[in-house]
């Protein structure tokens, strides 16, 4: 399985971006969005199912949105009202089996991208 992230970038505090995950090499269940800063451990920040069924980190609840085009295989994290404690490395990752609702323990995961920088000032 292979993961590729894309969208990040640098951003004023109350702006916007969205990241993109497109998978291949399998038909994947279950997708999630971490994120680490320098010095913290990774954070699931949002994850999701096929059905649509989303799973949010308190600290980004009302302003990431998680979405999924199955057909293409492809993660979205919209993300707005950015703030510098949402500065890190975000990371795509995917997983054949599915909980309820979908994990955001990165430990239910083996399958990664490399990683996005966003950065928020």
């Known amino acids: 399985v292979q993961l590729v992230e894309s969208g990040g970038g640098s951003v004023q505090a109350g702006g916007s971006l969205r990241l993109s995950c497109v998978a291949s090499?399998?038909?994947?269940?279950?997708m999630a969005w971490f994120r680490q800063a320098p010095g913290k451990e990774r954070e699931g920040v949002a994850a999701?199912?096929?059905?649509?069924?989303?799973d949010y980190a308190d600290s980004v609840k009302g302003r990431f949105t998680i979405s999924k085009d199955n057909a293409k295989n492809t993660l979205y994290l919209e993300m707005n009202s950015l703030s510098p404690e949402d500065t890190a490395m975000y990371y795509c990752?995917?997983?054949?089996?599915?909980?309820?609702?979908?994990?955001?323990?990165?430990?239910?995961?083996?399958?990664w991208g490399q990683g996005t920088q966003v950065t928020v000032s």
């Open positions: 090499g399998y038909h994947l269940l279950c």
């Open positions: 999701i199912d096929t059905d649509g069924d989303a």
């Open positions: 990752a995917a997983e054949l089996s599915c909980t309820f609702p979908p994990s955001r323990s990165q430990d239910d995961y083996d399958n």
